[in-house]
């Protein structure tokens, strides 16, 4: 039996399981206290861990990070929300203090690798998976293999910039299609602003988004309306609009809000043929908070926007679906990342 653990900035989830289907013999979930950093999580992983060993004949631990990691080396290289972290050997600990082989895997590479077996992609060759939440990543998975073993980066479908003009590393696919880029451009729109700071000067041109694409100036009435209304589904407060609150206003009828994520779904199908167009992966899963608006917010206009930008040939041999393994993926993928260790050595 093999322990997978995923990390995050605001849940640490334990599970244990063989490795072979997408079924889980325990699962644990505890809230991070990110005041307390690194060595609160750690305290709690041990803890928790040492109560499944007593139940388990775990063997093996597998971990899904947050952040970026050295896998060769087993070490964590940053977190960007828990202090704490950089260059922390994770997997020398958990030998010192867990008496365990721990093999380290960033988090979304580890959901690719549950999907690609277990989960939606399951039964295919080549498997290209997307998350979209508060970030946004992305996993290669080629004939149950994850791409990019050892390598510092790999498959970050969100670090892409989008035209010739975005020529700064804050000016990517995630700063437009993430849930906080929702967020800021319906902010942006309640306001009045026709181009805000999410949908800067550097997405027009090269891209094919420019002035005919871009956000126009409402003409339709009741405008003022759509304002109000997302001003108030935020409380009174627009730093309380959420990409959740902007999907219930959409799913109302709110036409701003409307308009925000098909700009989203445009910027990401963007990416996702740019992708398509490269690996030419049989299926793309989509998953993380913000694939959960659904099929008519979300996946509809998504994958219009991928036949728009995909290379033509390549048009009709993708399929676009959504994740569906759940909140516990990257446990199940860093229970597959242990099994993997344990068949190869």
Not at 90 to 95: E, F, I, K, N, S
Request: net charge negative.
């Amino acid at each position: 039996m093999f322990l997978g653990i995923e990390i995050g900035g605001t849940k640490l989830q334990l599970g244990v399981g063989d490795g072979r289907c997408a079924e889980l013999a325990a699962q644990q979930r505890l809230d991070i206290d990110a005041r307390r950093g690194a060595m609160g999580i750690l305290d709690q992983i041990q803890r928790a861990a040492d109560g499944l060993r007593q139940r388990f004949p775990v063997t093996r631990i597998g971990v899904g990070f947050g952040g970026p990691v050295d896998t060769a080396a087993g070490r964590v290289l940053i977190s960007h929300q828990v202090e704490g972290w950089q260059d922390f050997e994770l997997a020398a600990w958990c030998q010192r203090t867990l008496g365990l082989t721990a093999v380290l895997g960033n988090d979304c590479d580890s959901a690719a690798l549950a999907e690609a077996r277990y989960g939606a992609g399951a039964g295919k060759q080549t498997v290209f998976y997307v998350t979209v939440g508060t970030g946004i990543g992305g996993g290669f998975v080629k004939q149950g293999v994850l791409h990019g073993a050892g390598r510092p980066a790999s498959a970050e479908i969100g670090h892409l910039r989008p035209g010739l003009l975005a020529d700064g590393p804050q000016a990517t696919v995630e700063s437009l299609a993430s849930g906080p880029g929702i967020a800021g451009a319906a902010k942006a729109r309640a306001c009045g602003q026709v181009v805000g700071p999410f949908y800067g000067e550097w997405t027009r041109g090269p891209l094919g988004m420019g002035d005919h694409d871009s956000p126009r100036v409402p003409a339709e009435r009741g405008e003022e309306a759509f304002r109000r209304d997302l001003v108030e589904r935020a409380g009174g407060d627009l730093e309380n609009l959420t990409a959740e609150r902007v999907g219930q206003a959409a799913a109302d009828g709110n036409r701003l809000a409307i308009e925000v994520l098909e700009r989203a779904c445009q910027v990401l199908g963007w990416a996702i043929a740019q992708v398509i167009t490269l690996l030419a992966p049989e299926v793309v899963v989509v998953g993380g908070g913000v694939s959960l608006l659904g099929e008519d917010l979300f996946f509809i206009p998504l994958r219009q926007a991928v036949q728009r930008y995909v290379f033509p040939p390549l048009a009709e041999a993708y399929e676009i679906v959504p994740a569906a393994l759940g909140e516990w993926v990257v446990v199940h993928g860093a229970i597959a990342l242990a099994a993997d260790a344990a068949g190869s050595g």
